[in-house]
């Protein structure tokens, strides 16, 4: 019997331990865009492209001065970017989208431009956008990371507060079920009183943050950086394996 040509692209499940793509999220100055550009410090993950979509690359250079940036100011030149990396060979491993959010404001005005009386059709090609993006870079053959802003809502009966990747329209719910890590970034004083920074991964012991992940690390990286965050899945991957 002739031998199934697929079986050519069957590779173990622990392969998968690498991460296709993350949304790092929190507070300006609180290192997200920093943390993407550590992936330099891993062969596997070198070299780093950041496609500065906001503004916001300043200083990368100083700590990771082998990170690339180009400047995405337009959204005709983000479509252009995006069109390349998928499409061209480039040779870059990994490539941060900074800011995912203020690139769907500047989507969303050109599809109001497109539908000026049709607001219903503006929402639906901002999802139908916002997600393709997403899962485009996730499938594409370098890890991805969107750096975002935070929402916080507030439930007015309860007193609840949620923090969540901000996302226009019904993409807040479609977007996160993509990426393999959804990072929170923060601060956190520890025991000597030292200002550390945190990146959460899990809702345990944050329920209010919304985060996830799907390696089964632990819920807090202090002073994350790329290569922590890939310690962590192979120290999860050595501990199902000693059990």
Do not use: C
């Not at 392969?15 to 891993?42: C, R, V």
């Not at 503004?55 to 390349?84: C, M, W």
């Not at 007015?156 to 329209?169: P, Q």
Request: aromatic share 8%; charged share 25%; net charge negative.
């Amino acid at each position: 019997m002739e031998k199934a040509e697929f079986l050519s692209d069957v590779v173990k499940a622990t392969a998968a331990n690498k991460i296709n793509s993350a949304i790092i999220f929190g507070e300006y100055g609180t290192g997200k865009t920093m943390l993407g550009a550590s992936a330099d410090e891993i062969e596997d993950y070198a070299p780093v492209l950041i496609v500065d979509i906001e503004g916001s690359a300043a200083g990368v250079g100083r700590i990771y001065p082998n990170v690339d940036i180009v400047q995405a100011d337009t959204h005709a030149k983000l479509e252009f970017i995006k069109s390349e990396l998928l499409h061209k060979e480039h040779g870059y491993k990994t490539v941060i989208f900074d800011t995912l959010n203020v690139g769907q404001n500047r989507a969303q005005k050109i599809f109001k431009a497109l539908n000026p009386t049709n607001k219903y059709a503006v929402w639906d090609d901002l999802k139908d956008w916002t997600v393709n993006f997403v899962r485009e870079m996730h499938a594409a053959p370098f890890l991805a990371i969107f750096i975002a802003h935070p929402q916080v809502d507030k439930d007015e009966m309860t007193g609840k507060v949620t923090i969540t990747v901000k996302l226009a329209g019904s993409s807040r719910n479609d977007v996160p079920t993509v990426p393999d890590i959804i990072g929170y970034m923060t601060f956190e004083t520890d025991d000597d009183d030292e200002v550390v920074r945190v990146l959460q991964v899990d809702q345990h012991g944050s329920p209010g943050v919304v985060t996830k992940n799907r390696f089964g690390i632990e819920h807090k990286i202090y002073n994350p950086s790329i290569f922590e965050i890939q310690k962590a899945i192979l120290n999860v991957q050595d501990k199902d394996d000693d059990e």
